[in-house]
């Protein structure tokens, strides 16, 4: 089945340094790609998303790329600050009648 | 607009007993979605609902269950408690089918067994 796998588990950034988070996916039929923030206490929140039609995608500080040929897809971070510490996920799915394949999840830790 | 809500927030069982959890999605939304998320493990897919009828299934045994009403608020029932259940429970909602569409997340419920 669909495999989704995330790198680091754990990465810690300068405040005002640049933070990179990859995934790779198995299965070549997924489409869509969202990446979400969970925050301490709290549930995951979408942060951005991008479907297989597009190869990049920005929102202020953050952009995701997609590479559907080597099959990976990553979240960018320029500028971090400290409320960017959280955990983040990176999701796959073939589409709406699919369920989203999760990441295991980064720590991001923005180090003042 | 409210946001999901789930009830309980905090539960302690014990062991052999059974739990029903509740989720309350945002209002127009049709699909509601179960996750387990422990810290060694991520975010575990329980199952996915979408007009009373359950889309997708995880990989999780018969134990788990779930349902969803004709106002699109759902249960979760794990019977036969294990310590291994012992987990936040988070549920979430989506306008339409969660594969390709945003969902927002409830607080969760954290589970305790004992």
């Known amino acids: 089945g669909e495999n989704v796998e995330q790198h680091p588990s754990t990465l810690s950034v300068q405040e005002g340094d640049s933070a990179v988070i990859k995934c790779t996916y198995s299965?070549?039929?997924?489409?869509?790609f969202p990446w979400y923030k969970q925050e301490l206490g709290k549930g995951p929140q979408l942060i951005i998303d991008?479907?297989?039609n597009v190869g990049e995608k920005k929102d202020q500080r953050i952009a995701v790329t997609l590479n559907k040929t080597a099959k990976h897809f990553s979240l960018h971070i320029t500028e971090t600050q400290p409320e960017d510490s959280a955990v983040y996920f990176c999701?796959?799915?073939?589409?709406?009648?699919?369920?989203?394949?999760w990441g295991a999840g980064t720590k991001l830790i923005i180090k003042p | 607009k409210a946001g999901v809500t789930q009830t309980p927030r905090y539960l302690i069982k014990t062991r052999g007993q059974q739990v029903t959890l509740s989720c309350s999605p945002i209002?127009?939304?049709?699909?509601v979605s179960w996750y387990q998320q422990t810290p060694g493990q991520g975010l575990q897919f329980l199952f996915e609902?979408?007009?009373?009828?359950?889309?997708n299934k995880g990989n999780f045994p018969g134990r788990f269950s779930g349902r969803q009403f004709s106002n699109s608020r759902s249960e979760m029932n794990v019977s036969t408690l294990e310590l291994g259940d012992s987990a936040l429970y988070l549920c979430?909602?989506?306008?339409?089918?969660?594969?390709?569409?945003?969902?927002?997340f409830g607080p969760g419920t954290r589970l305790t067994v004992l």
């Open positions: 991008i479907r297989s």
């Open positions: 609902y979408f007009s009373e009828t359950q889309r």
């Open positions: 979430a909602s989506s306008l339409s089918l969660a594969g390709d569409n945003e969902q927002f």
């Open positions: 299965d070549s039929a997924s489409n869509y």
């Open positions: 999701a796959a799915s073939k589409g709406s009648n699919y369920q989203l394949i």
């Open positions: 209002s127009g939304h049709r699909s």
